[in-house]
């Protein structure tokens, strides 16, 4: 029964199914369209009311990946299009779902290696909500630029969060500012940006070194989607290199 896992006004995004895309950077994830359930028509269909400038040209005849986001998961179901139609100015849209739903695990971004070096300062709660409220590049830049200038080493990213090795003893659940490089379509790009920490171990194999995985706070959609496409511009080059 679908209303036993899934409820009005949860989040739907919807994707194409096992398609190969040339510029992935583009096609903002396989991303079709976003929205959210207005009802709960049968065991099989739901309606949904599309976000505001969503146009997708969907067809009839593709199976297309559906995820529903609700408060304490993420489920992947294939669905097909069954109609759409236009109310009081909202889109809205019927799918068939065609498959059982698959609880999958909240984080939605892909994580790549990425080998760069990062700066980090810690903060406290009071420090990080006066970032949050005023976004002041200027704050940020002077708070990270406060520390001891030590740089550290970045593992991977993903438009979630990042990973990094560290000497500094850096407590689960700590908030960070970090400042780090991405070199997106041949264009240096700075972040500043404001983080929590999700994991913090020592690493085995490596004396006094920490192991800090962190994911963003307060980060713009803009900030998220040229770290998307920077993920997807390494996931391409190692692709590249692999086929050589």
Known sequence: ??????????????????????DFADKNSFQLCAGRITNIVSDSEIEARLDDGAFPDLKKNICYMLH????????????YYHSMYTEDNQ????????????????????????????AIKVLDKEQIQEILKTQN???????????????????????????FTTKQEIKFRDYLLVRFEILLRNEMITYYIPGQVVYSAPLPNEQESYDVRMKYI???????????????QLERQALQKHQK
């Open 68 to 79: 529903i986001h609700v408060s304490q998961c993420v489920y992947r179901c294939t669905a």
């Open 1 to 22: 029964m679908l209303n036993e896992h899934i409820c009005k006004d949860a989040k739907i995004k919807l994707y194409l199914a096992g398609e190969i895309v040339e």
């Open 137 to 163: 590049l200027q704050l940020m830049k002077t708070s990270v630029e406060s520390g001891d200038g030590t740089e550290y080493s970045m593992v991977d990213i993903s438009g979630g969060g990042i990973r």
């Open 91 to 118: 889109d809205y849209v019927c799918l068939e779902i065609v498959s059982p739903l698959e609880k999958i695990q909240r984080r939605m971004h892909q994580r790549v290696s990425c080998h760069s070096r990062i």
């Open 218 to 232: 307060g980060i713009s959609e803009a900030e998220r989607e040229q770290i998307i496409q920077f993920v997807f």
